[in-house]
């Protein structure tokens, strides 16, 4: 794909993951979210966490599935990099509307409250993800090791699941299909894993 063309669906791309956040902000500037606005904002943030981190996933499986969609790797990356973005929102939210900020609200949350404690975890594996998303951080682990730390995103992705399961009230906003999609990619995962290291021993035993 021309670099050009590129760049312009990057610049989408950011608009498509920002403008969220403006009509966020914009109804809560207004009085328009509702008579729980906390929740709304709760709710928001973390189906957003969830959405991106699993279309973040799911760029491997359709690249090795499509090689003529090879160019979506570029946006990986990014779209990582929203998600933890969001997830840092929806933490935000947390620590400043519901704990505000008091340290020993939260460790009583997280010690009583499963799902505040693997939603929690989630985050905690997205951080070191987001620390290292950049060249340099290839450079320095080496490719092998990168690959091995950011395949956390899958366990962090099911922790987000789980966390969503555990807080949403049966019957409202359950989370089937960001489960479904999340199960299909942890299926085909190793199974994609394999058919490319089948195709990749014929053309190194050709070299």
């Not at 409250?113 to 594996?125: C, D, E, K, S």
């Not at 070191?128 to 950049?134: G, I």
């Amino acid at each position: 794909m021309p670099n050009r063309a590129v760049v312009a669906l990057k610049v989408l791309v950011h608009a498509a993951c920002l403008a969220p956040v403006a009509w966020l902000l914009y109804h809560l500037a207004i009085s328009q979210l509702g008579p729980d606005p906390t929740a709304t904002v709760t709710f928001f943030t973390g189906r957003g966490t969830l959405r991106l981190l699993v279309l973040s996933l799911a760029v491997t499986p359709v690249r090795k599935l499509t090689p003529k969609l090879a160019w979506l790797i570029r946006f990986r990356r990014m779209l990582g990099l929203y998600a933890f973005f969001y997830a840092c929102l929806h933490l935000m939210t947390y620590l400043w509307l519901y704990a505000n900020f008091d340290v020993a609200t939260m460790v009583d949350d997280i010690t009583r409250r499963r799902y505040i404690m693997v939603g929690f975890a989630a985050w905690l594996l997205l951080f070191p993800l987001a620390l290292t998303s950049t060249k340099w951080s290839i450079r320095k682990l080496g490719g092998k090791r990168w690959q091995i730390l950011h395949r956390l995103a899958y366990l962090a992705a099911i922790c987000g699941v789980v966390h969503y399961w555990w807080i949403v009230k049966p019957g409202v906003h359950t989370p089937f299909t960001i489960t479904a999609v999340l199960a299909l990619l942890l299926a085909a995962r190793p199974a994609l894993d394999y058919v490319s290291s089948r195709r990749r021993r014929p053309a190194m035993r050709e070299a």
